[in-house]
Structure formats: structure tokens, C-alpha cells
């Protein structure tokens, strides 16, 4: 048996380089199969079963390392407690990663995609920091805290500045308890006591600037679909667009052909969990060439109602545009950025051919 574990410890010592990543990589695709919405109960399931392993995996690599370990099932288990800690942060901030790709906004997932990066990355350049107890901890407390972003909302059904700041609370409380009952086992807790306060707090204080500054996405509302027409009118079996011909998956620099004066519509449909009514607000901007720099023009908002797994659906419209690049930014009341739907506006006479379809 003894034989076994070395070799097993030798077979992962010569592979470390490729399990990390790939426990990464897996917790991707496993989320980017089975997470569809942040109120139902599978996906909660789900992300506090990450949070709940990665915890049990921090407590055992700590409790174990350094102690002789006489019992060969304990070996094998601090043998592959990293491992585990590894998959279940790939899998918790993947998982919110998934939920703002799916939205179709880059903007909205940089944040956790930068973070699977970074913990990709760390394990060949920082793997014995990443061993680390408080920045295991630092980690796990940013994923505990951004879980409740999502989930706290849903609980008190609305999304406000209030349901961030009980996040936040509820964050920092939890993992004081947790940190609590952890220091009757791990002498590091005492030991790095310190350090911990100063890692949590300055997470903190992080995560709300960039809430405060509206630099991270309203979670849970997330975009959908958002595009824009020619003409937009909503009929008893749907809301029917007139616009050209989609020119592929990737346009990336989709064009408005108009007559000057006519209007442009921006429509969108906006994710928001059951029972979760709010207001957002379409942005019209024009990219000013002149000082180079985005100006907002009109502001038009709306109700939306929460439950339609594809999106409340609305829009809004312009007449009088310039030519030139435009956006319409998808937004809270507050100014928080939910998507962006992205055109060019050009006069053309004639107008291409366009066609109708029911969204």
C-alpha cells in the first residue's frame, strides 16, 4: 500500500502542471453545461456545494500538512485536497463567469474570467503561495461574497444598493464563523490572524468600489438578447423586428442603414429572477469623433418583470441620429451596466432590403 502511494504521489507530481489547469478547465465546461439561472434550486445547489468542498479541502490540506498521516485513506485524501480546493474555485467563479457569457457581454465576465486566469496561472508561477492559508482563504471569501450578490437578492426578491449591503454583511459574518471554529483545529488562524483581517477587509473594500462605481454587473440581471432595427412593433404574438439580413455569427460591427431623420430601435430582453421587478434604463450614446469620447444623449427607462428564463423584453428608439457609431448601454436606475448593444448608423438611399421576424 505504501508502495501505491508514493507512486501515486509521484504520477501527480510529474502531471502538476496539467491537473491544475485542467481541474480549471473541466469545472468550465460542467457549468457551462448545467447552469441556466441563479433563482432555481439546482444551480444554488451547486454553487454552495462548491463553496461547501472548498471549504472541507481547506480545512483538511491545513489540518494534515505537516503531520504524519498513518492512516492511508487520510493520505490519499490530503494527497488530493488541493486538487479538490482547485476544481471547486475553477467551478464556483466559472459558474458566475458562465451566467454573464451567456448574456452575450464580455464586460459583465471579465472580472471572473480574469480570476480562472489568474488561478490557472498561479499554480505554475505562485503554487506555493497558492498553498497558502490566507490566500485560500482570500480566495474562498471572494467567492463567498460575490455567491451572495446573487443569492441575497433572490432571497428578499429585489436589487438594490440595501441587497448588496446585506451581502457584504452576510459575507463577513460567515466567514468569521467559519475562521471561529477553524482555530480550535488550525494553529495558521491565530498564527496569520492579521494577515487574514487585512485580506478579507481589502476584498471588501475592493468588491464595493467597483459595486459603487458601477464597474460589475447588476447580478442577478443579465442580458440577454440586445440588438438593434429599423422598426420595432409589438403584436399579440410577439414583438415583430424589421431590420436587414444578419450577416453571420460574428458582426461584430453591425450596421443601421437609415434615411436621415428616420428612427433606430433598440430592443433587448433582461434575465431577472422570479418575483424581482425593476426599472432599467436604455442609454442612448454617440461616440463623439471630435473629443473622442462617448456622449450620452437620451435616456429612456421601463418596467421589466422577473421569471422569463429568455428575458423580459422591451425597447426603445431614437429619431434624429447623427451617422457614426452609437450604443444603446442597458442599465439599472443607479447607472449600473447590464449589456451594451453596439451599431453604426448610416444614410442610405435606398434603404437595403429588409425583413420581419418574430421574436
Do not use: C
Not at 452575450?104 to 480570476?115: E, M, N, P, T, V
Amino acid at each position: 500500500m505504501k508502495h501505491k502511494i508514493n507512486n501515486l504521489k509521484n504520477w501527480i507530481k510529474r502531471n502538476n502542471k496539467i491537473l491544475m489547469p485542467l481541474s480549471l478547465v473541466l469545472g468550465f465546461v460542467i457549468d457551462y453545461i448545467t447552469l441556466n439561472r441563479v433563482d432555481r434550486a439546482f444551480e444554488n445547489i451547486v454553487f454552495t456545494s462548491y463553496l461547501f468542498f472548498a471549504i472541507v479541502g481547506i480545512f483538511i490540506f491545513n489540518y494534515l500538512r505537516g503531520k504524519e498521516i498513518k492512516n492511508k485513506f487520510l493520505e490519499k485524501v490530503y494527497i488530493f485536497s488541493p486538487y479538490v480546493i482547485q476544481f471547486m474555485f475553477g467551478g464556483l467563479f466559472s459558474g458566475f463567469a458562465v451566467f454573464y457569457y451567456r448574456s452575450g457581454s464580455l464586460a459583465s465576465s471579465w472580472f471572473f474570467i480574469f480570476l480562472l486566469l489568474v488561478l490557472m496561472l498561479g499554480n505554475d508561477i505562485f503554487k506555493k503561495h497558492y498553498e497558502n492559508f490566507v490566500l485560500q482563504i482570500t480566495i474562498f471569501f471572494t467567492g463567498l461574497f460575490f455567491y451572495y450578490i446573487f443569492a441575497v437578492p433572490v432571497i428578499l426578491n429585489a436589487i438594490n444598493v440595501k441587497t448588496f449591503l446585506i451581502s457584504g454583511f452576510a459575507s463577513m459574518l460567515s466567514i468569521s464563523v467559519i475562521l471561529y471554529m477553524f482555530s480550535y483545529f488550525l494553529i495558521e488562524v491565530k498564527n496569520s490572524s492579521r494577515n487574514l483581517i487585512v485580506s478579507i477587509v481589502l476584498v471588501y473594500i475592493f468588491v464595493n468600489g467597483l459595486y459603487f462605481a458601477n464597474l460589475i454587473p447588476p447580478i442577478p440581471l443579465s442580458l440577454k438578447r440586445g440588438e438593434a432595427y429599423n422598426a420595432i412593433y409589438k403584436l399579440p404574438d410577439g414583438y415583430h423586428v424589421v431590420g436587414e439580413k444578419e450577416k453571420g455569427f460574428l458582426n461584430f460591427n453591425k450596421v443601421v442603414n437609415i434615411r436621415e431623420g428616420d428612427p433606430v430601435y433598440a430592443y433587448s430582453a433582461v434575465f431577472s429572477p422570479t418575483d424581482i421587478n425593476t426599472n432599467i434604463m436604455h442609454d442612448w450614446q454617440y461616440y463623439n469623433p471630435e473629443i473622442k469620447k462617448w456622449e450620452s444623449i437620451t435616456e429612456i427607462s421601463f418596467p421589466i418583470s422577473g421569471g422569463n428564463l429568455n428575458g423580459y423584453r422591451g425597447y426603445s428608439y431614437k429619431t434624429s441620429l447623427k451617422e457614426g457609431k452609437w450604443r444603446v448601454r442597458v442599465e439599472t436606475m443607479r447607472g449600473q451596466v447590464i449589456g451594451t448593444i453596439g451599431f453604426e448608423v448610416r444614410y442610405t438611399q435606398p434603404i437595403p432590403m429588409l425583413i420581419e421576424k418574430v421574436l
